[in-house]
């Protein structure tokens, strides 16, 4: 069956680097997601990664995809207060008009 | 419009009352997808539109549950009988196809059934 897990909680300090990750169960995953959502706010598209990738870079964001243990994480470079949200990792199944997503991983950013 | 609107942003009602949850896409897009997400978990699929038809209906929770959409563009989803359990935010996205796999989401519909 398809399964997306997430840790629930990340704290780090104002500029240091975050590393959100994801785990997913289903091999046949065509392209994997990372969203934001703010408090009050919907799900705003962070960025992708087909499954041919193992590497995708986009200013402070760099996703790395690891095919063999079906693992994908999402690293923030110098993190900002601004990026205090909750982040979900989702998955599109090969064959599905759906997306899979995890319960999100909270991210807090402190002084 | 610039972006998937989503209405009301929020709906109170009591057991056993019907709701309707309206979602206006972006312009343009064809695909139409809806979720449920509960509190403090991720969101589950429920159901999405290609054109004005429903091919995956399965993630729909239960026989109250029905969405229809028209002029492949505005979508309602309607909860009959609504129960405590159906308290959640619905949220609707867009995309251009079903094969351009970018789905642009709304803010969502908080309902809250007493």
């Known amino acids: 069956g398809e399964d997306v897990e997430q840790s629930l909680f990340l704290s780090v300090r104002e500029g240091d680097s975050s590393v959100i990750n994801c785990t997913y169960t289903d091999s046949s995953s065509t392209y994997l997601y990372w969203y934001k959502q703010e408090p009050g706010a919907g799900l705003q598209l962070l960025t992708y990664?087909?499954?041919?990738?193992d590497m995708k870079q986009d200013q402070r964001l760099t996703v790395l995809l690891n095919k063999k243990d079906k693992h994908l994480s999402l690293r923030i470079a110098d993190t900002q207060t601004g990026d205090s949200a909750i982040y979900f990792c989702?998955?599109?199944?090969?064959?599905?008009?759906?997306?899979?997503f995890g319960a999100g991983t909270r991210l807090a950013v402190h002084p | 419009g610039a972006g998937v609107s989503q209405s009301p942003s929020n709906k109170v009602t009591e057991k056993g009352k019907d709701v309707e949850l309206r979602c206006d896409p972006i312009?343009?897009?064809?695909?139409l997808y809806w979720y449920r997400q509960r509190l403090g978990q991720g969101l589950e699929f429920l159901i999405y539109?290609?054109?004005?038809?429903?091919?995956?209906k399965s993630g729909l929770p239960s026989d109250r549950f029905s969405a229809e959409r028209t002029g492949e563009s505005v979508s309602t989803l309607t909860i009959q009988r609504t129960q405590q359990e159906d308290s959640a935010v619905y949220l609707c996205a867009s995309s251009l196809s079903i094969t351009t796999d970018t789905q642009y989401f709304g803010p969502g519909t908080r309902l809250t059934v007493l």
């Open positions: 312009s343009g897009h064809t695909a």
């Open positions: 539109f290609q054109g004005n038809s429903a091919p995956d």
């Open positions: 989702a998955e599109r199944a090969g064959g599905y008009n759906k997306l899979i």
């Open positions: 990664i087909f499954s041919n990738m």
